[in-house]
């Protein structure tokens, strides 16, 4: 078990919805990252927070937006939903930068 | 560009025999770069890690070089086994700070063939 808890461990919804991701880091990390993989794919840098601010984007879609909340917890919101969105979602934390991440069990995002 | 580059994307051994991977680097900033390995449906899960100030590290049947000069590092996996069947991932460090961020290769599909 790493620590880095995801709700919910799959998700099937149409397309134009919108659904929420959610992550709770490892006790003590300050670090929030979201990671798409497509099947059979790698792991797509999406988004980074760091105690509730935003520090790094990747190639995340306008469509997509995320937070960082006060307890630390993330949420990552997809709207507009489009079959290409489905893909395993993955949520890891870290203490500090150049400090190892540690992965949540994802979320399976299917879009029918 | 960000890329790191994971080379080669499947590789078959027999079991006994060692592994190879390898990918390079773009920033030259770059200072910490981990391995992970994606059993399938699973999540990462961190294997080993290398700073930039240690050129190799070793973990009991697993080692990762580095050589900065060249922007490369690279995965050893000796005496494999069938259990070490997997997605290997390389990783890098990139940014400073508000922009920091861990890029990762493609991803290698290892088997080890009993």
């Known amino acids: 078990d790493s620590g880095v808890t995801q709700t919910p461990k799959h998700l099937i919804t149409a397309t134009g919805q919108r659904v929420t991701l959610r992550c709770s880091p490892r006790?003590?990390?300050?670090?929030v990252y979201w990671y798409q993989q497509s099947l059979d794919q790698g792991l797509q840098f999406l988004i980074q927070?760091?105690?509730?601010?935003?520090?790094a984007k990747g190639n995340i879609l306008e469509r997509f937006s995320a937070q960082q909340f006060p307890d630390l917890h993330s949420e990552l919101n997809l709207s507009s939903l489009e079959l290409g969105d489905s893909a395993l979602y993955f949520c890891?934390?870290?203490?500090?930068?150049?400090?190892?991440?540690?992965f949540g069990n994802g979320t399976r995002l299917t879009v029918t | 560009g960000e890329n790191v580059e994971q080379h080669p994307s499947t590789l078959s051994v027999q079991e006994g025999d060692s592994a190879v991977i390898k990918c390079t680097y773009s920033?030259?900033?770059?200072?910490?770069f981990p391995w992970y390995k994606q059993e399938l449906g699973k999540r990462p899960q961190l294997i080993i890690d290398i700073r930039s100030n240690v050129g190799e590290k070793k973990d009991q049947r697993i080692a990762v070089t580095l050589n900065k000069t060249a922007k490369h590092f690279s995965l050893h996996i000796t005496e494999t086994q069938p259990e070490d069947s997997a997605v290997y991932f390389c990783?890098?460090?990139?940014?400073?700070?508000?922009?920091?961020?861990?890029?990762f290769g493609s991803g290698t599909r290892l088997l080890v063939r009993p």
């Open positions: 890891a934390s870290s203490a500090d930068r150049d400090s190892p991440l540690h």
């Open positions: 920033d030259s900033a770059s200072n910490y």
């Open positions: 927070y760091y105690n509730g601010e935003e520090r």
């Open positions: 990783a890098a460090s990139r940014g400073m700070d508000s922009s920091y961020k861990l890029i």
């Open positions: 006790s003590g990390d300050l670090s």
